[in-house]
């Protein structure tokens, strides 16, 4: 059974710093495109970033471009997102998922999906 598990969420200022992991088991992602999407309330699952299996090229939200990272570790199974310049408007839950059968920024077409970790800003 394949589990996707976030951690690193939380409540920070605005201009701060967090920076989010997701673990896999049950599956190798290695060979696999993951990626990050975010939900805040009454709004849309909208991407975030998506990283290709061999860990470039990158590819990111207008949003986010020039603050986020994401970044894998296939040896831990492990996809992360460093968030930088934190602002309110990136107030969401945010999900990792894997396995595209599609478009890496439409989420309709993940395969895996983790249970979210909550970023607050404030202002």
């Known amino acids: 059974q394949v589990h996707l598990v976030e951690s690193g969420g939380g409540f920070v200022q605005a201009g701060g710093s967090l920076r989010l992991s997701c673990t896999a088991s049950?599956?190798?992602?290695?060979?696999?495109?993951m990626g990050w999407f975010r939900q805040a309330p009454g709004k849309e699952r909208e991407f975030v970033a998506a990283?290709?299996?061999?860990?470039?090229?990158?590819y990111y939200a207008t949003s986010v471009k020039g603050r986020f990272t994401i970044s894998r570790d296939d040896a831990k199974n492990t996809l992360y997102l460093q968030m930088n310049r934190l602002k309110p408007e990136d107030t969401a839950v945010y999900y990792c998922?894997?396995?595209?059968?599609?478009?890496?920024?439409?989420?309709?077409?993940?395969?895996?999906w983790g249970q979210g970790t909550q970023v607050t800003v404030s202002s």
């Open positions: 998922a894997a396995d595209p059968r599609g478009s890496y920024s439409e989420h309709i077409y993940y395969l895996y």
């Open positions: 049950g599956h190798t992602f290695s060979s696999d495109t």
């Open positions: 990283i290709n299996w061999s860990g470039s090229p990158t």
